[in-house]
């Protein structure tokens, strides 16, 4: 892979969290406090144009002369496919956004929300989406079931499947698209992509490297559309409590070492002076594997990965079992013993290790950007003051690099011989163009705080490239020079980070007495716009010294999952989980990781690396 | 003699004092129980009435702070909530109702010996079986789905529609029933139907007014069929709609867009609030059928 | 003598009639999906169904038994559930006669609807609440202890002591609706009974010894040999809501194992069906012979059929 390919990788990941994050926000998560709209605009922001910063300028959606002479083609074929999917005479916009001279209904499973917001009136049944569906593509989608949240959704698709019952459109995990395809239940999407995908959808596939839709080809053929860019991944950050650490002078931790000072002075020197020991250095949840108040930024800062395959010298091997695994578990178990950890931690999952972030026990932690923008927030208002750093290394790690994972997640599928295969990518066109595009129109396809509109749609592929560390550049420049026409031409998005981040340097923060909650809100979203997009310490300047350093290491592995991966990865996880917190908590002595380590490969994990091995060699 | 009197009477004074000291530890400890099992539920209260930051915060105990209806007016308003109270609702009726006669007509006859029922333990055994064994979601799921019961109410109370432990429970009840009854009212010339009817099962209240409670408990708290076998999550009983609002998400392994869809309601107020709402009507069942255990006494003096 | 002999025989088609639905909807809706016992002896693929799937014989038993963590769940499940079945039984027994020596009928039925409230509150719930209430560091509880000058219990966070305290939580939030059974029960009791005890100067505990319990004997060795089926199901809703990694040792049960590898696994993965299933077949084959040899038992030295 190439750097730049590299660097859109990251980038799209990013743009997946920053579509992610103002929606939690929205659907304020945990905390009510949050039930502002701090941020929203800051992070939600994103993805104006397509243009990107991996250097290719996204073509505006007009028809593109060869889109619009497959017409013909696509109606000379056979069946009555054609004569219903050609498009009505006056029509003269992009093929891939035609409408059916007479509806189309594809049945559908749909991934409900746990807590869905509509706008007033409005409901599944009828929204903007349906509306469009229907008016612009001569799509009325019947869905045969729906379930809430992933978990049971998941369910109801298997059970969908072993009762031969699958709706003509839908999403699934890679696992289920895998065995879907060795069934021979998809429908081959190649063609189809390529006659109906408009230029934006095309541009967009590409922004990942095409990660994505390789992820979504088995033997050749493509299956899927990925319902996101794959990312470079989950880059680590260090968070840190700033006001404690100017209040106690301490310096910024650049190895583990100055780490574990930090630490113990938070624990030690009463950071929040309130007299009481009832402050924790580091914050981890008691479920390593999950994905804020994590252990990975602790992990890379020792060389060790976890979730990802590493390449050692051309054999690729499982980050879990390496040795430099053990470094950071002993230093972990360091900090256990010394009171720098939480010591009920173990029966604190990253929710409640957040609301002790927040309730002000915590001083460090590690996570990925958005945690920032939430649940950090919360806290903020609470006059906490945190800063994201870039994760310090460990004497012994040589390598210095972050770890980051690339796979894709969903994909959406039509089911082997639906007639109208090209209805998925019409409606994943529509998407792209509303929401991704020149087009979009920030009043309608946004959402605010009280409906979440995005989410409501039923194909919602979130691929393309972020504007996050883009946008960066110009506020950063902008806001330097304190002049607003150094942005971008027209983009509302820099204008809002800038009018904020002018504002917060202006003297409005959340930190000062005496104001209202309306005041308080608004300056929180300031004061987060100021630490995420500008100058070079923002999160953002850091994501783009990430990504021009190249200090990062990817997934060795991006294949299909192997048979044993099917089979043993679950079990092979929980006790990895168990061997993290009982050598962290000393209830096993540091040797055991030997132990876990050929337990590991005897249970399957040897069979793993065989077959990962195989897919390598193959490439 | 006299001793002897005396020694007696004194007993019963030192019997007599001893009850009520037994009477007193009695009610202590019973009282002490209670308290126990209610405090709980007092925090739940509380929470549901408090301001939802204070809740977050964990600073809710025994009593409400920043005193608020927010989550009870909210959760009125929520149309999925109410929908799903009426689904329930109609569950409950309908279920209990299969599950009672379904219940009662299979356990007369096991009730009755091998002699007047041949075949007997065979029908027992071949019901207790069900009790140890299933198939699993998979086949169930098929099956539910063959006979056409799916996304109907149906479908969450045929599968459970003889409950074999309740079956077991009162057949016993049945078999105690003292025989005397009813073949006495054989010799008044009453027919099988008429003496089940009027006599088996009126004297079978106390214990089929028990199972109705165990019944009524069991179609109100059960999420698991109505999330498998109901499509539309408008057809959700309450207690699926509040396992998914109250499920903790699993962060485990989860990108960031299903962080995004699984993100939701921890708002602790409003789940509380919608908890004792919903618990409400089935809490209420007990002390309503607490009356036919008391008129059970009659059973007492028959067989006496 | 003809007559009665008609009688009698009408009397079984009427009781034989009974059982006609009763058994209709068994066969199809609990003896239809056994059926699905085939997955244990499958390297089930879902897309293929029940009957396409490879047959593999006994490698999922041969798989699970080899299974370190199978094993030590067999071992935490069998003492956590026996546990649960003896205080679970005898606790509401106690309770229930307790409550029959409450001579004010209104503070007994306040009781009554008091201890039964906790049943509602799902484990989720109580989930929450007990992890404030235990906290070694700000629990009620441990706040207590502390006053009283012990140390500090991490009831939830420590292997040694999280199985009893499931057991206690489980036993206090099913005793009030378990005592409704023998409750319910004891209404049969002829009042005329006590009375003439105590003429005989039978006190209190003569009297439950000797009258009550003995009305309680049925229900509850037939309470008690219905549970013993439930011997491998340690309470799945309770554990997967209360432990963590750190009580794996001492607390993770068959259910919880299943749960966490075999259903829900890895996020991005399907389902273990296979190994759901053969666990599930071996618990229903231990609870099976439980069962049996309990039947048996009572029958052959009680004289008493359980069903």
């Known amino acids: 892979m190439s750097s730049r390919l590299k660097l859109c990788n990251a980038f799209s990941k990013v743009c997946q969290a920053s579509q992610a994050v103002p929606t939690n926000l929205k659907k304020r998560g945990m905390f009510m406090l949050a039930r502002s709209k701090i941020l929203a605009a800051a992070i939600a922001a994103a993805m104006l144009f397509s243009s990107s910063a991996c250097g290719s300028a996204a073509p505006a959606v007009t028809e593109a002369p060869e889109t619009a002479s497959m017409m013909p083609e696509t109606a000379a074929e056979p069946s009555e496919v054609a004569s219903e999917a050609a498009p009505e005479p006056a029509y003269d916009g992009p093929v891939g956004l035609s409408k059916y001279s007479e509806i189309v209904r594809p049945t559908f499973a749909r991934m409900a929300s746990l807590d869905p917001k509509f706008k007033e009136g409005q409901s599944y049944e009828n929204n903007i989406w349906v509306t469009e569906y229907r008016d612009v593509l001569g799509i009325e989608l019947d869905t045969i079931w729906s379930a809430e949240g992933p978990d049971a959704y998941n369910e109801k698709l298997q059970l969908s499947i072993v009762s031969g019952d699958v709706p003509d459109i839908f999403v699934c995990n890679s696992a289920q698209f895998t065995s879907l395809v060795n069934a021979g239940m998809l429908e081959p999407l190649e063609s189809v992509v390529e006659e109906w995908a408009i230029p934006l959808v095309a541009e967009n596939l590409q922004a990942d490297g095409g990660e994505g839709i390789r992820q979504a080809t088995i033997d050749g053929n493509l299956y899927g559309l990925p319902q996101a860019s794959v990312g470079a991944g989950a880059f680590q950050f260090l968070f840190m409590r700033e006001d404690w650490r100017v209040k106690l002078g301490l310096e910024v931790p650049k190895t583990m070492d100055d780490l574990y000072a930090v630490a113990k002075a938070f624990v030690e020197q009463d950071p929040d002076g309130n007299g009481i020991d009832d402050t924790w250095g580091l914050g981890i949840s008691n479920k390593p594997f999950e994905t804020f108040f994590t252990y990975r930024g602790f992990f890379n800062g020792f060389g060790a990965y976890m979730k990802q395959w590493i390449n050692n010298n051309g054999v690729l091997e499982d980050g879990i079992i390496q040795p430099e695994m053990k470094l950071a578990l002993a230093e972990l178990n360091k900090y256990y013993e010394e009171g720098l950890i939480d010591p009920e931690f173990v029966t604190k999952d990253s929710m409640a290790v957040s609301a002790d972030a927040i309730s002000g026990k915590v001083g460090l932690h590690f996570g990925e950007w958005w945690v920032q923008t939430w649940p950090l927030p919360d806290g903020v208002k609470l006059g906490q003051d945190w800063k994201a750093y870039t994760i310090p290394f460990a004497a012994s790690n040589s390598e210095k690099k972050l770890g980051g994972v690339a796979k894709l997640l969903g994909r959406y599928v039509v089911k082997k011989g639906y007639e109208h295969p090209e209805a998925l990518v019409k409606m994943y066109n529509l998407f792209q163009e509303r929401v991704m595009s020149q087009n979009y129109d920030t009043t309608i396809y946004k959402g605010d705080g009280t409906y979440d509109f995005q989410g409501l749609a039923p194909i919602a592929p979130v691929i393309g490239v972020d504007r996050n560390v883009y946008d960066w550049g110009f506020v950063t420049k902008a806001v330097d020079a304190k002049d607003q026409s150094l942005l971008a031409p027209g983009n509302a998005d820099q204008i809002d980070k800038f009018t904020k981040v002018m504002a917060y340097l202006d003297g409005n923060t959340p930190f000062v007495e005496g104001l209202t909650d309306e005041q308080l809100n608004d300056n929180t979203d300031y004061y987060n716009n100021y630490r995420v997009h500008y100058g070079p310490e923002a999160i953002m300047g850091l994501l783009d010294y990430y990504n021009r350093s190249g200090i990062f290491k990817l997934d060795a592995f991006y294949g299909p999952d192997t048979p044993a991966m099917l089979d043993n990865a679950a079990q092979l996880q929980s006790n990895a989980e168990e061997m993290i917190i009982n050598i962290v908590t000393g209830a096993e002595d540091l040797d055991y990781f030997d132990e876990f380590v050929s337990e590991w490969k005897l249970n399957g994990g040897e069979q793993m690396i065989k077959e990962v091995n195989e897919w390598y060699n193959a490439q | ?304 | 003598m003809a007559k009665s002999t008609r009688r009698a025989r009408s009397v079984h088609w009427g009781l034989y009639a009974m059982l006609v639905p009763g058994i209709i909807l068994t066969l199809i809706y609990s003896y239809g999906p056994l059926m699905g016992l085939v997955i244990a002896f499958q390297k089930f693929d879902f897309t293929k169904g029940l009957f396409g799937s490879p047959w593999v014989g006994f490698d999922n038993f041969k798989y699970i038994f080899n299974l370190r963590d199978f094993r030590r769940a067999l071992g935490n499940t069998l003492s956590i559930s026996s546990m649960k079945l003896v205080f679970g039984m005898a606790f509401p027994i106690v309770v229930s006669l307790l409550l029959n020596e409450i001579r004010f009928n209104g503070l007994k039925r306040v009781i009554q609807t008091l201890i039964y409230l906790p049943f509602f509150i799902s484990w989720v719930i109580l989930a929450g609440i007990m992890g404030d209430l235990l906290s070694p560091s700000t629990g009620f509880l441990n706040g207590i202890l502390k006053m009283l000058g012990f140390k500090g219990v991490y009831f939830l966070g420590n292997a040694s002591v999280f199985p009893a305290t499931m057991i206690v939580l489980d036993v206090w939030k099913g005793f009030g609706f378990g005592t409704i059974l023998y409750l319910a029960a004891l209404t049969g009791v002829d009042p005329s009974l006590y009375e003439a005890a105590s003429m005989d100067g039978a006190n209190r505990f003569h009297r439950m010894w000797h009258i009550t319990m003995p009305e309680l004997v049925p229900i509850i060795v037939l309470n008690g040999t219905l549970s013993l089926g439930n011997i491998l199901n340690a309470g799945f809703d309770q554990i997967t809501n209360m432990y963590s990694t750190v009580v794996y040792k001492s607390g993770d049960i068959l259910d919880t194992l299943v749960y966490r590898v075999g259903i829900i696994g890895v996020r991005d993965s399907i389902p273990q069906y296979e190994i759901a299933t053969s666990i599930g077949l071996f618990k229903s084959l231990v609870s099976f012979a439980l069962i049996s040899a309990s039947y048996y038992l009572a029958h052959k030295f009680a004289d008493y059929q359980i069903f």
């Open chain 2, 1 to 304: 003699m006299e001793e002897n009197k005396r020694e007696f009477k004194l007993m019963r004074r030192r019997g007599f004092s001893a009850e009520y000291i037994f009477d007193f530890f009695n009610i202590l400890f019973l009282g002490f129980l209670a308290v126990c099992c209610v405090l709980p539920f007092i925090n739940v209260i509380a929470v549901s009435l408090s301001d939802s930051s204070a809740a977050t915060a964990g600073m809710v105990g025994l009593w409400p702070v920043k005193f608020s209806l927010d989550s009870y007016m909210f959760a009125f308003q929520k149309v999925r909530f109410l929908l799903s109270m009426k689904n329930s609702a109609i569950r409950v009726i309908l279920g209990v109702a299969v599950n009672m006669a379904l219940t009662i007509i299979t356990a007369y006859p096991l009730s009755k010996t091998v002699k007047e029922l041949k075949g007997r333990t065979f029908f027992a055994w071949f019901f207790v079986i069900t009790m140890l064994i299933g198939g699993g979601t998979i086949p169930t799921y098929l099956i539910v789905m063959w006979t056409g019961l799916r996304n109907t109410v149906w479908s969450m109370i045929l599968p459970g529609a003889v409950p074999v432990y309740n079956v077991v429970i009162l057949l016993n009840f049945f078999k105690q029933l003292p025989k005397e009854l009813e073949e006495s009212a054989v010799i008044d010339g009453a027919g099988d139907f008429r003496i089940f009817l009027r006599i088996i099962i009126p004297l079978s209240m106390p214990c089929i007014a028990t199972l109705i409670v165990f019944q009524t408990v069991g179609h109100w708290n059960d999420w698991f069929s109505g999330m498998i076998y109901l499509d539309n999550i408008e057809k959700y009983p309450l207690a699926t709609y509040l396992h998914n609002v109250l499920q903790r998400p699993n962060f485990d392994n989860m990108e960031l867009q299903e962080i995004q869809r699984v993100m939701k309601i921890s708002n602790r107020t409003l789940s509380d609030a919608q908890i004792l709402i919903g618990a409400l009507p089935i809490i209420m069942v007990y002390p309503f059928l607490q009356r036919f255990f008391v008129k059970g006494m009659v059973l007492g003096s028959l067989k006496g």
